[in-house]
């Protein structure tokens, strides 16, 4: 019998078979769900200790420290933004373990409210739509939810009044902040030629203005009262089109015939988490104040020139008509810091003694824009 040749033996540097790479995979993808669940039970015995501590078991500031660290160690090729996204959910599953969540936003789902909270909270907790801002507001004072997910400020249109009011009204804190990037996007179930009107929320029609008028300079505007509902209406209306996220659009239905259509690039809303509680110190912390100054010359710029003297940076003031009170107003500002750092302390007490009323809206971890 003749001798066979020897084999050759495989060359390293050819990349493996099909069957070899799925099941690396499915190796990796046992030994993540074992670390998965390792690390959900560890956070379940820090929940426990918080519970019986008094403490709150949610901490919006760990949580933020806990995803810039992983975007801080990732070396790719996956982008940092889709590990955060891995990880907040992972974080969410977790929490879910022992604290079931409700978070009031306003809905109805794939607002951009909504899409705030998904990228605050992940999707392992109970979202309560609500019709307004103020509803939301009512929703955490009154106990039915823990937190809630409310617009601040848009970069484009600035301050949300509804917001601010119910601030001047009600007790409840930010303790957490949420820059969105907005992307509108239009959406319709027939062609662009077709569309004679456009529903979406006014804010959105605004931020969209120069684009309509140029693409759909005969289409007649309607508000309605939020961008989801301008999805559920264009989905039953013949000819109508909504402004609204991809996601609404993919929810209802309806075809996306341009994207990014807001006249200002980087359009971004700052959203607030509100609740009962401050969160911990990150070290890039942000705080928020409210205060009342004598109706008198000098008097705002005297309550302005006391965080200066404590070198602490104002990175947002507005003013705000107090209700019912002729010429009347209240001050928002928010300056970097957290309300334990002692320069923060020095500033309060210091408007506390020239102001008749100063309420500490919070101190959150300063955050990263997402969408």
């Given at each position: 019998m003749a001798k066979q040749p020897p084999k050759t033996p495989p060359d390293a540097s050819k990349p493996a078979g099909l069957a070899a790479l799925r099941a690396q995979i499915d190796r990796i993808d046992r030994e993540l769900v074992e670390q998965m669940n390792e690390r959900a039970t560890l956070a379940g015995q820090i929940g426990k200790i918080k519970q019986s501590n008094g403490q709150q078991t949610y901490d919006p500031s760990r949580e933020e420290m806990v995803l810039e660290r992983v975007a801080a160690s990732n070396a790719g090729p996956l982008s940092g933004e889709s590990l955060k996204s891995v990880f907040r959910e992972l974080i969410s599953g977790s929490r879910a373990i022992e604290q079931h969540l409700r978070v009031a936003h306003l809905g109805p789902a794939w607002t951009y409210s909504h899409l705030a909270a998904l990228h605050r909270f992940g999707?392992?907790?109970?979202?309560?739509?609500?019709?307004?801002?103020?509803?939301?507001?009512?929703?955490?004072?009154?106990?039915?939810?823990?937190?809630?997910?409310v617009p601040l400020e848009n970069s484009t249109d600035g301050r949300i009044a509804d917001t601010l009011d119910n601030f001047s009204r009600l007790p409840v804190k930010i303790c957490a902040e949420v820059p969105l990037r907005i992307h509108h996007t239009l959406l319709a179930a027939c062609d662009r030629s077709a569309i004679d009107t456009v529903y979406s929320r006014p804010?959105?029609?605004?931020?969209?203005?120069?684009?309509?008028?140029?693409?759909?300079?005969?289409?007649?505007?309607?508000?309605?009262t939020s961008t989801s509902a301008a999805a559920e209406t264009a989905a039953r209306t013949p000819r109508a089109a909504a402004i609204a996220s991809r996601q609404a659009g993919v929810h209802h239905g309806l075809d996306v015939l341009a994207e990014n259509i807001e006249d200002v690039a980087g359009n971004t809303t700052r959203f607030a988490v509100i609740g009962h509680a401050d969160s911990g110190r990150t070290g890039k912390d942000k705080t928020a104040l409210m205060f009342e100054t004598e109706h008198k010359p000098g008097g705002l710029a005297d309550a302005l020139a006391i965080p200066k003297k404590q070198k602490l940076n104002l990175t947002w003031i507005e003013s705000f008509p107090l209700p019912g009170e002729e010429r009347g107003y209240v001050f928002f500002v928010e300056l970097e810091g957290h309300r334990d750092d002692l320069r923060v302390r020095r500033a309060i007490q210091a408007l506390e003694r020239r102001c008749k009323r100063v309420v500490v809206l919070g101190s959150y971890a300063n955050a990263a824009a997402v969408g």
């Open positions: 999707s392992s907790v109970e979202f309560v739509p609500v019709a307004s801002i103020s509803a939301a507001f009512e929703e955490v004072h009154a106990g039915h939810s823990h937190y809630g997910v804010q959105a029609l605004s931020q969209c203005r120069n684009w309509l008028a140029r693409h759909l300079p005969n289409a007649r505007l309607v508000e309605v």
